[in-house]
Structure formats: C-alpha cells, structure tokens
C-alpha cells in the first residue's frame, strides 16, 4: 500500500468530504456537459439526468435527445454521440 492510501476510508470524515467534493464536481459537470433526456409518456414533461453517481464512481449518461442531436441517420448519430460522450469525458477530467 502507498503512504496515504486509504487513509480516509472508512473514518468519520469520509462523508462529509466525499460530498463537498462531489457536489462541487457534479455541479459543475452537469452545467458543462450534456446528459440523456427522457420524455415522460404520460405528461410529456422533459426529465434532463446528467450523471448517476454510486460511493465514489460516476456513471456517465448520455442520449440523443440530452445531446440535442437531430440528425436520422443512425452512423451520423451513432458518430455524434460517440464524440459527445468523449466531450463529457473530458469535461468530467478537467474538472477532477
């Protein structure tokens, strides 16, 4: 084990700065990123989820219509998510 690995797992102190990290970092994640977008089949409200987050991992959602992509063409848009998710990816590494 490295000097310092683990230090906080498991300590009192584990919570409240997982949190003060994470809220910082998801914030500013979901202003910069785009997420998926689900249509709600009764009211057809728009519900925008930009990440869900487990302990200490993120998973990234991602969509067409969260990408705002318009485009029909399966390889365009399967191209243009791929290059979305990519975006997201870096979005998320600048701001760790």
């Known amino acids: ?3 310092g690995q683990g230090v906080l797992q498991g300590s009192s102190a584990a919570a409240s700065i997982f949190i003060f990290n994470s809220d910082i970092l998801l914030d500013a994640y979901c ?3 785009k ?3 689900f249509i709600h089949p009764i009211s ?3 519900i925008e989820d930009k990440v869900t987050q487990y302990v ?5 959602l991602l969509n067409h ?5 318009q485009d029909t063409d399966y390889s365009t ?3 243009a998510l791929l290059a979305q998710a990519q975006t997201n990816m870096e979005v998320w590494n600048d701001t760790l």
Not at 56 to 60: I, K, L, N, V
């Open 1 to 3: 084990m490295l000097p």
């Open 31 to 33: 202003q910069l990123a």
């Open 35 to 37: 997420g998926a977008a």
């Open 44 to 46: 057809g409200d728009i």
């Open 56 to 60: 200490d991992d993120t998973t990234y």
């Open 65 to 69: 219509l969260g990408a705002n992509i």
């Open 77 to 79: 848009k399967h191209d």
